[in-house]
């Protein structure tokens, strides 16, 4: 049914919603202490996946949902949350894109202050929209005409990978370590949508960003420095045919091999696709491939968690071998 | 009443639209009005003369002027009134010119209604005008300088010249401002030193030149000719009555601290002169960096200091300055590191400003002269110059073109092929700025004869790569993206104020513009007055510009300094508000409703009372006052409301 699985193309039809009978066997997935750390820090957030966690992205949500939860923090998926919009209307007179987004903000908002997000997309259409509906009085108006709601971009939408900075602190991260990463060369890659617009989003400095790298120290990973992880990956261009987007998705890979890099970590669906699927080609050239894996799915193998979690599925170049060879995951597992 | 009006004609500015001849024959019938005529160009000789011949054959008490704007010409007919025996303050200005003839060229009828009405309104004015007298306000002829770049030493050396005493403020140890850190200079290219240090030591010396270092302003009180200024100077730790400068203690002292003249390339003694030439040459100990203020262990410099200066007691010192005109000459800074995060800059430290590269330069700076880079201390072979950083950049900088660094950049990479013959500089750009005298020949010089590789576009990010640094960039004249692997690269960073600018307006009631550098009274008629009557800027504090300009405006705003300094007592206009002290409750609205800080509450006796000198006569005393209180002399309320009577009625 689900079949957007186009990479975050629109879903103008508004057939794509979550079901949640598909997915109750991962949000399921209990920390290890058994919800100890959740009872204590009582950090509960509502939650809102996104529509390519459900398809392309599951090991991006699965495994997140369980660090999390090994992390002490309760994510709460949004009860009947739709499609976020998957890009933000860049007309101005252009109102109608924002229904959706909104519809899940203002029904966010009835169940906190806070709305976490994980993929790199969602979270810029979400708090791009939020931003919208807080400062401009006519769009809003007429958005909550339409969606009968009086929502007044009140709520705070946040990455997951701030709620790892901010509420838990990389610092805290780090002591729960159960698995240290042993130095692993990663090359952070950032992409577009965590950063811009930079006034709207405040996520990190535009320009010369350091989240994912504070991120990865905290796993004992050396973070990679190298010169493409804000340049585009291809973006959308990928599903058009031809070769267009595997030029620039190329120049972000080979950028971060020649610099040492073992394996790429991202937040965005599109960028794993674009970076991982151009080094098919590629593969011949280099002779060596860079598996290009979600953040959380390190996170979750640092924090020691099941690999069941981790999902890796239709890879072109397959984490597996490299993990294994580290150690940082068991010979019999697949990848 | 024994009024006279007389029209202009502005040529054709009012004439061509305005019927002058109907408009004279209509007010001739008007009540009090003894004579209406009209000329040609009422400001002109002749026509200043048919005004005063009408004063004296009708014998006038009073005139209206229907011309031109008051701001353009009031003050020329108060004073052929006054001339002519009528009090200045019964001469009224109808403006039918910028309010009437100008604004309604197409519809001639209702402009000549129009200018008919105002002028019987002005009457009306005329007619409740008390005979005032200018007040007098006397003058301290004594100047205030704001900053010891070159803006102010020269403004603080052409006022001393001409006589007077001059207090000169600078916040840092040492005078002399940015050019003191630059190398050579365009587009002469002699040393900047050189040229500099004739000035400083002449200001150092001077006996009418007061040098406050090592302080700034704190607070100002008063106006015009009667400024009162507490200026704080802050702990040395070094007693320079005592210091000989002979430099003992920084050879001595072990604790280091980043040096901010040289820009942080080199670390300097916790006690330290700025630089060789430094006015006045005497040390200051960095409490943030001193063993004995951080630690409590040192005593160094207290030890082999021959002659005892060393005060690690002594504490900051507040003094207060009588003075009547101030001169603000407080610079520039460069764009902040921080902020430019996708050339490296702050992060690789072969990624360096404009200033840094003086410094390099210099022969007394850190490498004596070398093009040396920070890193490794290797002469650098590819040299990446990039302009525009922070300028003419809405987004992440500031909009406005900093003018200077055209300038800069091309000396600067003639400078390195000078040292470095077999180097090649490469400068990005987005468009030569160079008019100037002698500039596009400066410019033109780099890259005809120099071989300066200049490539037009921007440059996306520097990035280190083991030990280069790769520019990618793109010259968009031949369309090709271009990627330099280049040893070190030289930002040429924004102008920006001088930090605390926006801070030391507020403290001196004037204005900035919105991105803090001084605003000038107007930008081609005024420009060295600030919006602040007795207030003066020059140099970077007003705008980017360079030296030449900087000297230049510095010696005007000297010149206006002297202007008001050449009379012993200045004027004021009396058309100020009164307080009617039977209806004042002493409520105090009107005391803040005053801008000008011209309004206090007599406490004891309850009643408000106005500080003559202070008020602009703007009114907004007189609206907010709710008990009708306060009276504006010569816009009273019956005169405003006969005015209107005489448009409306
Ligand atoms: C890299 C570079 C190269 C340049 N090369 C050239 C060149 O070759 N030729 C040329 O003509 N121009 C050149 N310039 C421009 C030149 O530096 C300026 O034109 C000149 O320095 C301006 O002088 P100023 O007195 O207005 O400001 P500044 O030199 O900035 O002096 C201002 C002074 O005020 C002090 N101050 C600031 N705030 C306060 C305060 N609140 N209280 C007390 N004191 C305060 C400061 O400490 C400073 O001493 C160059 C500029 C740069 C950045
Ligand atoms: S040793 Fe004493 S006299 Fe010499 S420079 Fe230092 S403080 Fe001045
Ligand atoms: S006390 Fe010591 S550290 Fe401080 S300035 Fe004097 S010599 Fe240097
Ligand atoms: S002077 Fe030249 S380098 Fe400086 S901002 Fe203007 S155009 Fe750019």
Same mark, same amino acid.
């Given at each position: 049914m689900n079949s957007c699985p186009e990479l975050l193309r629109p879903c103008w039809q508004g057939f794509f919603r979550a079901d949640e009978d598909e997915w109750r066997g991962v949000t399921a997935s209990l920390p290890p202490d058994g919800g100890q750390g959740l009872r204590e820090r009582r950090m509960r957030y509502p939650y809102f996946p996104g529509c390519t966690l459900r398809a392309k992205a599951r090991g991006f949500e699965s495994s997140a949902l369980a660090s999390a939860g090994a992390l002490g923090v309760q994510l709460d998926e949004l009860p009947n949350w739709q499609c976020c919009g998957a890009t933000f209307p860049l007309q101005a007179d252009n109102s109608f894109s924002l229904v959706s987004p909104a519809r899940t903000l203002a029904s966010a908002r009835k169940m906190g202050e806070r709305l976490v997000t994980l993929c790199s997309a969602c979270y810029n259409v979400l708090k791009r929209t939020n931003h919208v509906m807080r400062t401009d009085a006519d769009r809003r108006d007429k958005v909550n005409a339409f969606i009968e709601e009086d929502y007044r971009g009140d709520l705070e939408v946040v990455h997951f990978l701030e709620v790892l900075r901010d509420d838990i602190g990389f610092d805290a991260l780090a002591r729960s370590v159960k698995v240290p990463l042993g130095g692993l060369a990663a090359a952070p890659y950032y992409g577009c949508l965590l950063l811009r617009p930079a006034d709207e989003l405040a996520f990190d400095d535009p320009e010369a960003p350091h989240i994912l790298e504070d991120f990865l120290s905290a796993l004992g990973c050396r973070a990679v420095d190298h010169p493409y992880k804000i340049e585009c990956c291809g973006s959308y261009v990928a599903l058009e045919p031809g070769d267009l987007a595997s030029g620039p998705s190329r120049m972000v890979v080979e950028s971060a091999r020649t610099r040492g890099a073992q394996v790429i970590i991202t937040s965005c669906p599109l960028c794993q696709y674009n970076l991982d699927i151009s080094q098919q080609g590629a593969r011949g050239h280099s002779g060596v491939g860079v598996p290009v894996v979600y953040f959380t799915q390190l996170l979750a193998i640092a924090l020691g968690l099941s690999e069941d979690v981790l999902g890796f599925e239709g890879h072109v170049i397959s984490p597996g071998p490299l993990l294994r060879s580290i150690g940082a995951m068991g010979s019999e597992a697949t990848a | 009443m024994r009024t006279g009006v007389f029209v202009c004609w502005c040529g054709l500015n009012i004439g061509g639209v305005v019927d002058v001849p109907r408009v004279v024959e209509e007010i001739s019938h008007y009540p009090g009005v003894a004579r209406a005529v009209d000329y040609r160009y009422m400001c002109s000789d002749p026509g200043q003369q048919l005004i005063k011949d009408v004063i004296r054959e009708e014998r006038l008490d009073s005139v209206v002027i229907a011309a031109c704007s008051p701001g353009m010409h009031e003050a020329t007919f108060q004073s052929v009134a006054a001339s002519a025996g !009528?009090?200045? =303050? *019964?001469c009224e200005i109808a403006n039918i010119r910028e309010q009437c003839s100008w604004p309604h060229q197409n519809e001639p009828g209702e402009a000549t209604r129009k200018a008919i009405e105002l002028i019987q309104a002005a009457i009306e004015k005329v007619r409740g005008d008390e005979a005032l007298s200018a007040l007098s306000i006397p003058v301290t002829r004594r100047a205030l300088i704001i900053g010891a770049g070159i803006a102010g030493m020269q403004a603080a050396l052409d006022i001393a010249e001409a006589g007077h005493e001059v207090v000169l403020v600078e916040r840092l140890p040492h005078i002399g401002g940015h050019m003191a850190q630059l190398s050579e200079t365009f587009p002469t290219l002699d040393c900047s030193q050189c040229i500099l240090t004739p000035k400083t030591s002449e200001v150092g010396r001077h006996p009418r030149i007061k040098l406050l270092t090592n302080s700034e302003v704190e607070s100002i009180s008063g106006y015009v000719g009667n400024f009162t200024v507490r200026i704080r100077r802050k702990?040395? =730790? !070094?007693n320079w009555d005592l210091c000989t400068g002979c430099g003992l203690c920084t050879e001595k002292c072990p604790s280091r601290a980043s040096s901010t003249f040289e820009r942080g390339l080199v670390k300097e003694p916790a006690i330290s002169i700025a630089f060789p030439q430094a006015v006045p040459h005497k040390p200051v100990i960095s409490a943030e960096a001193c063993g004995h203020f951080t630690? &409590? /262990?040192? &005593?160094v410099c207290e030890k082999v200091c021959p002659v005892g200066a060393i005060d690690y007691q002594q504490q900051d010192a507040l003094f207060e300055e009588k003075v009547g005109a101030i001169v603000v000459a407080t610079g520039y800074d460069l764009?902040?590191?921080? /902020?430019v995060g996708e050339y490296g800059y702050g992060v690789y430290p072969d990624v360096i400003d404009g200033l840094e590269f003086e410094r390099l330069n210099s022969a007394s700076g850190p490498t004596q002269g070398q093009i040396r880079r920070p890193s490794d201390g290797k002469v650098p072979k590819e040299v990446v110059f990039i302009q525009c950083v922070g300028s003419r950049d809405q987004e992440n900088g500031y909009p406005y073109c900093s003018k200077i660094c055209c300038m800069y950049t091309a000396k600067h990479a003639r400078l390195y092929k000078h040292k470095v013959s077999d180097g090649q500089p490469y400068v990005f750009y987005m468009?030569? *700025?160079? &008019? &100037? /005298?002698g500039y596009e020949e400066f410019v033109q010089h780099a890259t005809e004869e120099e071989g300066v590789l200049y490539l037009r576009g921007r440059v996306a990010r520097v990035f280190q790569d083991g030990d280069a640094l790769v520019v990618f960039g793109v010259d968009t004249l031949s369309g090709k993206k271009v990627e330099i692997r280049a040893d070190m690269v030289v930002l040429a960073t924004a102008i920006v104020p001088a930090s605390g600018a926006k801070e030391l307006a507020r403290v001196l009631k004037t204005a900035t513009d919105q991105y803090g550098f001084f605003s000038e009274a107007h930008p081609k008629l005024r420009p060295v007055e600030s919006l602040t009557r007795g207030i003066y800027i020059a140099g970077c504090a007003q705008a980017p510009k360079d030296i030449p300009d900087t000297v230049t405006q510095a010696g005007s705003a000297a010149a206006k300094v002297l202007a008001l300094f050449s009379a012993e007592r200045l004027s004021h206009s009396p058309a100020v508000a009164a307080v009617d002290e039977e209806l004042c409750s002493g409520c105090g609205v009107c005391v803040e409703a005053c801008a000008y800080d011209a309004r206090t509450l007599d406490t004891r006796r309850r009643v408000a009372v106005v500080n003559d000198v202070l008020c602009e006569g703007c009114g907004a005393c007189a609206v907010a006052c709710p008990n009708g209180a306060t009276r504006q002399k010569n816009a009273s309320r019956s005169q405003v409301f006969s005015m209107i009577d005489a448009v409306v009625g």
């Open positions: - | !009528v009090n200045p =303050y *019964r702990a040395t =730790y !070094v630690k &409590g /262990k040192c &005593g764009h902040p590191k921080a /902020k468009d030569i *700025r160079a &008019g &100037g /005298k």
